[in-house]
């Protein structure tokens, strides 16, 4: 929205159906993070953050891709890769 002002946020549905199991994938907040840290030109930062998720989904993944990890153990992978 110009140079001045941006908006990040990742695009899909409220899933309600698994509202506060654990099993949501947290890929595309994590990567409107990226997009974000990229637009404030951190792009060391983004970078960094972004080699982080796929490491992270190099062996971990939420249910969605076919995996058994949580919400909070897939987020844990990517922070230990960071």
Do not use: W, Y
Not at 16 to 39: C, E, F, K, T, Y
Not at 54 to 64: E, Y
């Amino acid at each position: 929205i110009g140079d001045g002002h941006a908006l990040f946020e990742p695009a899909h549905g409220s899933a309600p159906d698994i509202a506060g199991r654990g099993l949501a994938n947290p890929s595309s907040q994590i990567l409107s993070g990226v997009m974000m840290l990229r637009h404030l030109g951190e792009v060391e930062a983004a970078e960094m953050v972004e080699r982080a998720l796929h490491r992270a989904l190099l062996g971990n993944r939420t249910p969605d891709l076919g995996g058994k990890a949580s919400t909070k153990q897939f987020v844990d992978c990517v922070l230990s890769h960071l």
